[in-house]
């Protein structure tokens, strides 16, 4: 044996022992399994750091940057909304509907285009319906993979292989020819979980969140909206002349005429027939306004309740700074809400807190002011002379506006890709269009990348090189084909099935499909099995990548679903199982 592949059989069996073993950060040993290839000899210096500049690793980073601007545009709310609106919060029901959706999506997608556009979504579905990460993010995961063999255009290797099929003189399969096969393995996936999720999934304990700053002061109260009528008695009046707080005990949060939105409204603030309001408040002191004033309740499926729901709002306590320039002055002559574009709920001074209107108290120093207001607006009270921020805001601004912007970007990237051009260049291109549409900000964007994940599949991209270099793969693939002349159809085809489903663990999917593909149709050519099914076999099977965070979807979700190695060899082996299972016999009774 040649000592380079002795070489690179250790360094590969080291950093698959590393993987399992999890004592060691697998970002860390991917870097250092391309660190010991360069000075072993088996790659060159620049194929060593070569997977950073890689296809894939920019194409991750690329998707991060896309899926984070889907996410502050508030689009991903809406999703996650339609989702928990039909299943509920059953696990079961949840986790099917979302590996189904992604699935389907992913046959005319790329799979980690359809894994990015959910990400965000997942994890507000997970806050909705109380579900643990762990128990959603790895279903879906696979659901985007598996659904890729779906159409003969929803993987890299499925792409490749019609290519492969030409160059071969053989007929290429049509855009529909692999659907047989793969929906049985996208139901069949879907099922496992469904049926068997509780047993092989991980039960991670989540760290419960500290209480909010709604919860700590008692105004965890759901934001409320009406519609005013025309007949309303309120109509003409302004903020102030409407006693809201005073009559009621309502904070009026935010105003919607039209398309137009005024959050902490100013008391001269006219009413007018057709304005959506937005309330802070008891049930029943909502109850009793609506019945006075002929409001028309909006529902839940309120655009204005959608949005303040969303991650753009919340509450803050401010306090007032000694030496402040408005001690001594009322909220009222301040023009709090004008001046700071927030909403005053309460008002703590030393032992005192008042509920109540406190528009015409003084304020003194040392005064607790829990307002509320968009993110961004709260944020900058960091620097105001007047009001100190106490608390750090809970999240981000929603760019609503534009919402359609950041589809449109996300779609044009992956419109790009099924016209030829690189995956990593098309979604670059629409990670360029996030920040220069204003969608993201370009510190937004780098941030929006998980850099263990690209260190991950950088540090591996070597590893693949130096397999095929070294001839390894060419060795493994050959000596097993050789081994299997005159064997059972079957027990060939199965034998191929696992041989691609190693490869792809190692080397690219589409660079087991390029090594095997040709040598699978010579093998079936001397044994009386249709080559083109063992081309197509090994096509499918080359996404039979679930045991190892190797493949880029499960590398995408390793950090956002809190998962280990040995996570994915528990629930990824029983998958792969089944893959090659359905997969194998499919190919054989449909098409061999």
Same mark, same amino acid.
């Given at each position: 044996m040649d000592t380079s592949i002795l070489l690179v059989g250790i360094v590969l069996a080291v950093t698959i022992i590393l993987f399992v073993s999890d004592r060691v950060r697998i970002d860390l040993v991917a870097i250092l399994a391309a660190v010991a290839l360069a000075w072993?000899?088996?790659?060159?210096?620049?194929?060593?750091?070569?997977?950073?500049? /890689?296809?894939?690793? +920019?194409? $991750?980073?690329?998707?991060? #940057? %896309? &899926?984070?601007?889907?996410?502050?545009? @508030?689009?991903?709310?809406?999703?996650?909304?339609?989702?928990?609106?039909?299943?509920?919060?059953s696990e079961r029901r949840v986790g099917t509907t979302i590996g189904m959706t992604v699935g389907l999506l992913s046959s005319v997608?790329?799979?980690?285009?359809?894994?990015?556009?959910?990400?965000?979504?997942?994890?507000?579905?997970?806050?909705?319906?109380?579900?643990?990460? /762990?128990?959603?993010? +790895?279903? $879906?995961?696979?659901?985007? #993979? %598996? &659904?890729?063999?779906?159409?003969?255009? @929803?993987?890299?290797?499925?792409?490749?292989?019609?290519?492969?099929?030409?160059?071969?003189?053989?007929?290429?399969?049509?855009?529909?020819?692999?659907?047989?096969?793969?929906?049985?393995?996208?139901?069949?996936?879907?099922?496992?979980?469904?049926?068997?999720?509780?047993?092989?999934?991980?039960?991670?304990?989540?760290r419960p969140p500290g209480p909010t700053i709604a919860e700590i002061w008692g105004i965890d109260h759901p934001v409320r909206t009406c519609t005013l009528p025309p007949s309303s008695p309120f109509v003409g009046k302004t903020r102030e002349e409407a006693f809201f707080k005073v009559r009621y005990g309502l904070d009026l949060l935010a105003v919607r005429t039209?398309?137009?939105?005024?959050?902490?409204?100013?008391?001269?603030?006219?009413?007018?027939?057709?304005?959506?309001?937005?309330?802070?408040?008891?049930?029943?002191?909502?109850?009793?306004?609506?019945?006075?004033?002929?409001?028309?309740?909006?529902?839940d499926d309120s655009g204005l309740k959608e949005i303040l729901d969303g991650e753009g709002f919340g509450f803050a306590e401010l306090?007032?700074?000694?030496?402040?320039?408005?001690?001594?002055?009322?909220?009222?002559?301040?023009?709090?809400?004008?001046?700071?574009?927030?909403?005053?709920?309460?008002?703590?001074?030393?032992?005192?807190?008042?509920?109540?209107?406190?528009?015409?108290?003084?304020?003194?120093?040392g005064d607790t002011i829990v307002a509320f207001g968009s993110w961004d607006t709260l944020r900058l009270l960091a620097g105001n002379r007047d009001l100190l921020l106490l608390t750090h805001p809970e999240g981000e601004e929603m760019r609503i506006g534009k919402g359609h912007l950041a589809v449109l970007?996300?779609?044009?990237?992956?419109?790009l890709t099924m016209t030829g051009v690189p995956l990593s260049l098309a979604l670059l291109t629409g990670a360029a269009a996030m920040v220069i549409a204003g969608v993201l900000t370009?510190?937004?964007?780098?941030?929006?990348?998980?850099?263990?994940?690209?260190?991950?599949?950088?540090?591996?991209?070597?590893?693949?090189?130096?397999?095929?270099?070294s001839g390894a793969a060419a060795l493994i693939a050959g000596t097993l084909i050789e081994?299997?002349?005159?064997?059972?159809?079957?027990?060939?085809?199965?034998?191929?099935?696992?041989?691609?489903?190693?490869?792809?663990?190692?080397?690219?999917?589409?660079?087991?499909?390029?090594?095997?593909?040709?040598?699978?149709?010579?093998?079936?050519?001397?044994?009386?099995?249709?080559?083109?099914?063992?081309?197509?076999?090994?096509?499918?099977?080359?996404?039979?990548?679930?045991?190892?965070p190797t493949h880029q979807v499960n590398a995408l979700l390793m950090g956002p679903g809190g998962y280990t190695t040995r996570d994915f060899l528990k629930a990824g082996s029983v998958m792969t199982v089944i893959f090659i299972a359905i997969a194998t016999t499919l190919i054989y009774l449909l098409i061999a």
């Open positions: 072993l000899g088996l790659v060159t210096p620049v194929e060593a750091i070569s997977g950073f500049a /890689s296809n894939a690793v +920019m194409a $991750m980073a690329s998707v991060m #940057i %896309l &899926g984070y601007g889907i996410e502050r545009t @508030g689009v991903t709310s809406k999703l996650a909304r339609s989702i928990v609106r039909y299943a509920g919060s997608m790329q799979n980690i285009g359809a894994a990015a556009l959910f990400l965000p979504a997942m994890r507000r579905i997970c806050k909705q319906t109380k579900i643990p990460v /762990s128990r959603l993010m +790895m279903p $879906m995961g696979f659901a985007a #993979i %598996l &659904g890729g063999s779906l159409t003969m255009i @929803g993987s890299g290797p499925l792409i490749v292989l019609n290519d492969l099929l030409i160059q071969s003189q053989a007929e290429p399969f049509s855009l529909l020819a692999v659907t047989p096969i793969g929906l049985p393995l996208l139901i069949a996936g879907v099922a496992l979980f469904a049926l068997f999720g509780t047993g092989i999934l991980p039960k991670k304990e989540e039209y398309r137009d939105i005024t959050v902490a409204p100013s008391r001269s603030t006219r009413l007018e027939p057709s304005q959506e309001l937005a309330f802070l408040g008891s049930e029943e002191s909502y109850t009793q306004f609506i019945r006075d004033s002929g409001c028309i309740p909006s529902g306090t007032v700074r000694p030496k402040a320039s408005i001690i001594g002055m009322t909220p009222r002559e301040i023009g709090i809400r004008q001046r700071f574009s927030i909403e005053p709920i309460l008002h703590l001074s030393g032992e005192t807190e008042t509920r109540a209107d406190f528009s015409d108290i003084p304020l003194t120093a970007i996300f779609a044009g990237a992956l419109a370009i510190d937004e964007a780098y941030r929006a990348i998980e850099w263990k994940t690209v260190a991950l599949i950088a540090g591996l991209i070597p590893l693949g090189i130096a397999m095929e270099k081994s299997l002349a005159g064997t059972h159809p079957l027990i060939i085809m199965a034998a191929v099935a696992i041989l691609t489903t190693i490869l792809s663990l190692i080397i690219s999917n589409v660079a087991a499909t390029v090594l095997l593909v040709p040598l699978v149709m010579l093998m079936g050519a001397g044994t009386g099995i249709d080559p083109r099914a063992l081309a197509l076999l090994v096509a499918v099977c080359a996404s039979n990548s679930f045991i190892l």
